[in-house]
Nanobody
Framework: QVQLVESGGGLVQAGGSLRLSCAASGRTFSSYAMGWFRQAPGKEREFVAGTSWSGGITDYSDSVKGRLTVSRDNAKNTVYLQMNSLKPEDTAVYYC????????????????WGQGTQVTVSS
């Protein structure tokens, strides 16, 4: 069992930065691939970024590549999403999720989810 808690969301102007954190409970955090997803009002949840259990493999959606960076610290049971050059279209609730099968873009592969943190980017 893994419990995930996101933090770091907030209101930021376009072009600004935020760093989201996802703290995990449980001693098996390092065995999970971790993903970040987001969901804007009226839209489906979409993959943003993911990292393998070691951090050696990362994946990004085309819409965030070059602006967002995913990383993890297994000693701290935490995964991060550094968000730079934010745009109004990045506004959404951001979720972290854990998967045993490796980095996947399909949310149905993920076993555990956090409650989400709101990111709002003003123009």
């Amino acid at each position: 069992q893994v419990q995930l808690v996101e933090s770091g969301g907030g209101l930021v102007q376009a072009g600004g930065s935020l760093r989201l954190s996802c703290a995990a409970s449980g001693r098996t955090f390092s065995s999970y691939a971790m993903g970040w997803f987001r969901q804007a009002p009226g839209k489906e949840r979409e993959f943003v970024a993911g990292t393998s259990w070691s951090g050696g493999i990362t994946d990004y959606s085309d819409s965030v590549k070059g602006r967002l960076t995913v990383s993890r610290d297994n000693a701290k049971n935490t995964v991060y999403l550094q968000m730079n050059s934010l745009k109004p279209e990045d506004t959404a609730v951001y979720y972290c999720a854990a998967a045993t099968v490796g980095v996947r873009r399909d949310p149905t592969w993920y076993d555990y989810w956090g409650q989400g943190t709101q990111v709002t980017v003003s123009s």
